[in-house]
């Protein structure tokens, strides 16, 4: 991506003190970060492109050049068997909201504007940890322009990737302590931005 420093993988740059790996194409993001995982690393993969990135059901998806997508390797935290994927899908929404984008979640794992997808959502567990995936449609191409959406589509110019990166980053973190401050008043602000 075009804003973002390339690195192979070997190095990373902290970002909110997370280890991020960025890379050129790659298969999946998810994939990636279970081989990082494996070799006893934690952080947050970042490509430029997929070429089968993974979806429910062992859908693949081919993600173009213009979009951020993310794999986040997570160590199991009490929140997360219950929390996790409601933490992820309100930090998503927050941020795009803080670009002008006003969305909902769509379960199981669909953010949507305008009755289009902006943003994919896909959580694994692995033993004691989780990996979440996350494709935001930043500055991509689209598919189908009837079903799906971009947030330059939508506000007419390019966002900085780097920057809707460490805004999800900065989100996700007030959202856990939320949680773990007071449940209630996060979900219900999840539960808010629910399609019922």
């Not at 970002?15 to 790996?21: L, R």
């Not at 790659?26 to 990082?36: F, H, I, K, R």
């Not at 984008?101 to 567990?125: F, H, Q, S």
């Not at 971009?150 to 390019?158: F, L, N, P």
Request: proline share 3%.
């Amino acid at each position: 991506m075009r804003d973002m420093k390339r690195i192979d993988g070997n190095t990373s740059e902290e970002i909110e003190g997370i280890p991020v790996y960025f890379f050129g194409s790659v298969m999946s993001t998810m994939d990636v970060a279970e081989c990082l995982l494996k070799e006893g690393k934690t952080g947050i993969v970042v490509a430029e492109q997929q070429e089968k990135g993974r979806g429910r059901y062992g859908r693949k998806w081919f993600s173009p050049y213009g979009g951020l997508y993310l794999s986040w390797i997570l160590k199991e935290e009490l929140l997360y068997p219950l929390f996790l994927s409601e933490i992820i899908s309100l930090s998503v929404v927050e941020t795009l909201r803080y670009f002008g984008i006003d969305c909902r979640i769509k379960l199981p794992n669909d953010i949507i504007t305008g009755g289009k997808k902006i943003a994919g959502i896909l959580i694994v567990k692995k033993d004691n940890w989780y990996i979440a995936g996350i494709g935001i449609n930043v500055n991509n191409p689209v598919e189908d322009r009837k079903q799906q959406v971009s947030i330059k589509d939508i506000t007419g110019k390019e966002v900085d990737n780097k920057k809707v990166l460490e805004q999800f980053i900065k989100i996700f973190f007030h959202y856990k302590e939320d949680f773990y401050t007071d449940t209630s008043r996060p979900l219900k602000q999840w539960s808010e931005y629910l399609i019922k």
